[in-house]
């Protein structure tokens, strides 16, 4: 069901209201990044920042919203995703082509993994309006708990990493990374269910 704050924030935004606007773009920051982090995994997440290519989705979403014709969330969603998914592709092609390397390869593969994350395309109107209202409040959720606990969580669940790669990434024990997971989804699942 669509949460009656966020269509009245649409419809403001709609209205050309640009603090409703900038209200709609902040809400849908973690889930920008949460695309940017899975796209960016490797080589180039050591000379990306995903918060900057957030913020340039922001900018031409914000410069371009005119162009935004729809009236749902799933719509709107669909519509910063694809301004995103071109954000991260020129990112990827100007950083590995500064580098003289062959894009061709990553820049597919980084495009399979946005596709990969939720899938919208290849649903049914009122399920991709689930979908991407279930995307955006997990992305808001995981964005509120601890820094630690959220990138255990996202590396685990998001990206499929094994409890030995998170040892090695955390440089901590399996049992450590065992309990960081576990706390990290204690916490989602509590903000999630409203709990405190």
């Known amino acids: 069901?669509?949460?009656?704050?966020?269509?009245?924030l649409?419809?403001?935004?709609?209205?050309?209201?640009?603090?409703?606007?900038?209200?709609l773009l902040d809400r849908?920051?973690?889930y920008l990044k949460l695309i940017a982090q899975r796209a960016l995994e490797g080589q180039l997440q050591a000379r990306v920042d995903d918060s900057d290519i957030v913020q340039q989705t922001c900018l031409s979403a914000l410069r371009n919203f005119e162009q935004f014709d729809g009236k749902e969330e799933a719509q709107f969603i669909a519509w910063i995703q694809k301004i995103h998914e071109r954000?991260?592709?020129?990112?990827?092609?100007?950083?590995?082509?500064?580098?003289?390397?062959?894009?061709?390869?990553e820049v597919a593969a980084a495009g399979e993994n946005l596709q990969g994350l939720f899938h919208l395309d290849t649903l049914s109107p009122s399920q991709r309006v689930m979908q991407a209202e279930d995307a955006v409040r997990l992305a808001e959720v995981l964005a509120s708990i601890p820094e630690d606990q959220r990138e255990a969580?996202?590396?685990?669940?998001?990206?499929?990493w094994s409890l030995a790669d998170l040892q090695k990434h955390f440089d901590r024990?399996?049992?450590?990374?065992?309990?960081?997971?576990?706390?990290?989804?204690e916490n989602l699942r509590k903000k999630l269910n409203g709990e405190t």
């Not at 950083?95 to 390869?105: D, F, P, S, W």
């Not at 024990?173 to 989804?185: D, F, P």
């Open 87 to 105: 954000n991260i592709q020129d990112t990827i092609r100007k950083h590995l082509g500064a580098e003289k390397r062959t894009i061709v390869n």
């Open 28 to 30: 849908h920051r973690p």
């Open 153 to 160: 969580v996202r590396l685990r669940h998001l990206e499929g």
């Open 10 to 23: 649409l419809n403001d935004s709609l209205k050309g209201n640009q603090d409703a606007i900038g209200q």
């Open 173 to 185: 024990s399996e049992t450590a990374v065992a309990s960081l997971i576990k706390r990290g989804l």
């Open 1 to 8: 069901m669509l949460n009656p704050d966020y269509q009245q």
